[in-house]
């Protein structure tokens, strides 16, 4: 059964750093792709970055570029998300999300979700 966790989420102020990560277990196809996406209360899902099996290609939203880093370590099955100059907008929760193939934008081209982490970033 694919699984999808995140993990390090929490409370930080407005300025500061989180390290999200996202262990998939149950993934035995090879390669895949994963990103991250968010949802804040009352707002739509939110693309937040993305990136191939490989590592070679990443995409961010705008509103997170130049602040976020997207990578993997695929011997760990692990994807993290590296967050800086964190704002009260970037306030919510974060899903990791795999597919067998795509990697990109679009939440409803992934298979596999997780759970969630919340995030909260105090002014």
């Known amino acids: 059964q694919v699984q999808l966790v995140e993990s390090g989420g929490g409370l930080v102020q407005a300025g500061g750093s989180l390290r999200l990560s996202c262990a998939a277990s149950g993934l035995t196809f090879r390669p895949y792709g994963m990103g991250w996406f968010r949802q804040a209360p009352g707002k739509e899902r939110e693309f937040v970055a993305a990136?191939?099996?490989?590592?070679?290609?990443?995409i961010y939203a705008d509103s997170v570029k130049g602040r976020f880093t997207i990578s993997r370590d695929n011997a760990k099955n692990t994807m993290y998300l590296q967050m800086g100059s964190l704002e009260p907008e970037d306030t919510a929760i974060y899903y990791c999300a795999a597919d067998r193939r795509y990697f990109g934008r679009n939440g409803y081209e992934y298979d596999y979700w997780g759970q969630g982490t919340q995030v909260t970033v105090s002014s």
């Open positions: 990136i191939r099996w490989s590592g070679s290609t990443t």
